[in-house]
């Protein structure tokens, strides 16, 4: 049996990878490493807790001693490491938070990593999941590939960044056999309501401000969230050692027509007059160091590993709001802060 840690299950992409995990490979040991910050939610895997190939330990990466004991105690196999600060605004608040997640977390998952392996590293694999935001901004042209240069620009790049070169230089000075994605921007079920699309769901649904930063002409490529597991789950069992695959939806909206296209969805679906919601969006100040565009090519992940989006950008967008309308509950735990309950219910 595989003993595989997935770290950030509790949040929003690593609950679907751990939800796909768990319930695809019956023979590998599941085990979901999460600080349950503000961002980790149980309730995201309430489906999967009883299952019994699958364990949940609460515990901060930053702690090196705890790590190193957990390496020690349970010999991995595999790690998919997705714990993070994930919020660009948060990170302009707050960057050392940052710092210490993204970058000496990470340090310390590869120092157990290396430390527990030994350089016998037949059959184990460290998978880091990584962001486009590393190869900052791109003007009105041009597409991210893997060898883009990376340049930075929010405190939360930097510090995915600084974190894939720390992977990087694991795998050429210690022959750590790694794999490492850059994705674009996820949406779908789970997503902390900070971020753009289950924010503005969240307000629509209450009837409050849609905040579009700047002038709103800002673009990203979205991808639904269960393509990226799918995509993390090919990549962790078929990408070769030592290379980075960049996972994209091809699928580039402005923020103000993604946010025009959510008010008239979400008319329908509320049975409001059309263009209600629209009413609802209000120009504010802009993000600090805001990226103009961001756009994958995922031509690499697609000719090697046979990976492309399995659902459009309406059919995923259509089952997202579905999913935040039949949910109310979660969202309401989430907002009101009830959701951290949830861990005292259920391992105290
Ligand atoms: P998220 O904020 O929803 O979840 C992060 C999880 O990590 C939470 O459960 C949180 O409790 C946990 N965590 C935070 N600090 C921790 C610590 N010190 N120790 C242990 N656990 C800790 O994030 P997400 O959006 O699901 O992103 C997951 C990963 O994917 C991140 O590495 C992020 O950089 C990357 N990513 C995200 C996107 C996106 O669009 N959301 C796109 C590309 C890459
Ligand atoms: O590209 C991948 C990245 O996508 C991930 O690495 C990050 O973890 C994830 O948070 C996301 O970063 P963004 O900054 O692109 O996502 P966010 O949802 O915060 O913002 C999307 C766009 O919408 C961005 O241009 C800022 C804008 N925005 C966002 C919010 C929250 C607004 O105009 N108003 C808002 O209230």
């Known amino acids: 049996m595989k003993k595989i840690l997935i770290t ?5 992409i690593g609950s679907h990878v751990v939800r796909r995990f768990v319930n695809k490979y019956p023979d590998y040991q599941i085990f979901n490493l999460d600080a349950l910050t503000y961002a980790g939610n149980l309730e995201n895997i309430k489906d999967i807790e009883d299952k019994s190939n699958y364990t949940f330990i609460k515990g901060d990466i930053v702690e090196e001693n705890f790590i190193n004991g957990l390496f020690s105690t349970h010999n991995f196999d595999g790690v998919l490491h997705l714990a993070a600060e994930s919020h660009v605004d948060r990170s302009i608040e707050d960057p050392l938070a940052f710092v210490k997640t993204n970058v000496i977390g990470t340090m310390n998952l590869l120092n157990a990593a290396k430390n527990q392996w030994k350089g016998n590293y037949e059959g184990k694999r460290f998978y880091h999941i990584s962001t486009d935001e590393v190869y900052g901004s791109l003007g009105a042209d041009g597409l991210f590939t893997e060898t883009t240069a990376y340049d930075p620009n929010s405190p939360y790049s930097a510090s995915k960044a600084s974190s894939d070169h720390f992977v990087r230089a694991y795998g050429e000075t210690y022959g750590l056999p790694y794999v490492l994605t850059n994705c674009s921007n996820n949406y779908g079920s789970y997503h902390f309501p900070e971020k753009l699309i289950p924010l503005f769901i969240n307000n629509i649904i209450n009837n409050k401000p849609l905040p579009v930063y700047g002038d709103g002409n800002y673009t990203r490529d979205w991808l639904f969230v269960e393509d ?6 090919l990549v962790f069992h078929e990408g070769k050692n030592h290379e980075t695959y960049n996972i994209g939806g091809f699928n580039e909206w402005k923020n ?14 509320l049975c409001r007059n059309a263009g209600t919601s629209l009413g609802l969006i209000t120009y504010v100040k802009d993000r600090p160091g805001h990226d103009l565009r961001y756009a994958i090519d995922a031509s690499k992940i697609n000719k090697e590993l046979g990976w492309k989006p399995s659902v459009t950008f309406e059919e995923g967008l259509a089952k997202t709001i579905d999913w935040y309308l039949d949910n109310a509950e979660w969202l309401q735990n989430v907002t009101s802060g009830a959701y951290k309950d949830y861990y005292q219910k259920q391992y105290s």
Do not use: S, T
């Open 256 to 269: 103000i027509d993604l946010v025009k296209l959510l008010c008239n969805l979400m008319d329908q679906k």
């Open 228 to 233: 990226h597991a799918i995509a993390i789950d």
């Open 8 to 12: 950030g299950g509790a949040g929003f």
